[in-house]
C-alpha cells in the first residue's frame, strides 16, 4: 500500500491540495482534521471545556465516529449524524486544537487512522501523520506558508464564502493556533526528520499543485 503523509499548519493548503492529488492519483484522500473536529464539535455542544482532559475524556465513550468517502469526499458521521458542514466553522476548528492536546483523545483517533491505510492507498493529512500516525509512509510532506501569506489566503476564501472578516483577527486566530499544535506534549506540529518540506508562500495554487505532484512521485519512484 501506497501512503502520502501531508503535515503542516492550519491554512497552508493542506486538505484542498490533498484533496485534488488524491483525485488525480486515485488515491483514497483521508482528512485526520475533521476527526478531532468532530470530537471538538461534540464538546462544544456538550457545554465540555475543550482543554479539561477529564471532562473530554468521559466523553469519549459517548461517541462513535463514522468515515465515509461519497463521490469522492470525505463525510464524517458524529453518532449517526452527518457533521461534514458543521464541523468547519472557526469555533469548531479552535475546540478541535484543544481536544487534540489530550493524550485520551489522541489515542482514542490513532487506530482509526491508521486502520484506514491498510487496506487502501491513502493521502492522509494533519498534524502528526508523518512523525506519528504513519511513520512508514512511503512518502511524507511538510506543507506551510507564512502566517501572514497563511492570514491573507484565509481571509479571501471567507470573502468568497460571503463572511468578510478582519485580516488581523484571522492572522491572530492563526498564529493562536500554531502556537497550540506546536507546542502540545504529545504529537506536536513539527516535519518528521525524512520529510519534504515545501514553503508556498509565494506560490500560486497551481504552482504548489505542481510542486507536490513532483515531490509525491520522487518520493514513490524512491521507494520503489
Ligand atoms: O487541519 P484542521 O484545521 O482541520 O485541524 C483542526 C485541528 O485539529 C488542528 O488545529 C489540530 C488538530 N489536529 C491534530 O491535532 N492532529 C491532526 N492529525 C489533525 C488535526
Redesign the pocket.
Known amino acids: 500500500m501506497i501512503s502520502v503523509a501531508i503535515?503542516g499548519p492550519?491554512g497552508a493548503g493542506?486538505?484542498s491540495m490533498a484533496k485534488r492529488l488524491a483525485a488525480e492519483l486515485g488515491y483514497t484522500y483521508v482528512?485526520?482534521?475533521?476527526?478531532?473536529?468532530a470530537i471538538?464539535l461534540y464538546a462544544l455542544r456538550s457545554g465540555a471545556d475543550a482543554h479539561d482532559e477529564a471532562a473530554v475524556a468521559a466523553l469519549l465513550p459517548e461517541i462513535r465516529l463514522d468515515i465515509a468517502v461519497v463521490d469522492g469526499t470525505q463525510h464524517v458521521y458524529l453518532n449517526g449524524e452527518d457533521v461534514s458542514a458543521a464541523i468547519r466553522t472557526e469555533a469548531a476548528?479552535m475546540a478541535?486544537?484543544a481536544v487534540?492536546t489530550l493524550a485520551p483523545v489522541?489515542a482514542f483517533l490513532l487506530e482509526t487512522q491508521r486502520a484506514l491505510a491498510r487496506s487502501r492507498n491513502v493521502l492522509m493529512?494533519?498534524?502528526?501523520?508523518g512523525t506519528v500516525?504513519l511513520p512508514n509512509a512511503t512518502v511524507k510532506i511538510f506543507l506551510t506558508a507564512s502566517a501572514e501569506a497563511r492570514a491573507e489566503r484565509r481571509r479571501k476564501e471567507l470573502l468568497e464564502k460571503g463572511q468578510p472578516a478582519d485580516y488581523a483577527t484571522v492572522l491572530a486566530d492563526i498564529k493562536a493556533?500554531d502556537w497550540?499544535?506546536s507546542h502540545r506534549a504529545i504529537?506536536p506540529?513539527r516535519p518528521a526528520a525524512d520529510a519534504v518540506l515545501l514553503d508556498t508562500s509565494a506560490m500560486d495554487i497551481d504552482e504548489s499543485f505542481a510542486a507536490l505532484k513532483a515531490i509525491i512521485a520522487a518520493g514513490i519512484a524512491r521507494r520503489g
Open positions: 503535515d492550519s493542506k486538505s482528512d485526520t482534521g475533521a476527526m478531532y473536529r471538538g476548528g478541535a486544537s487534540g489522541r493529512d494533519g498534524r502528526d501523520i500516525v493556533r497550540q499544535d504529537a506540529l
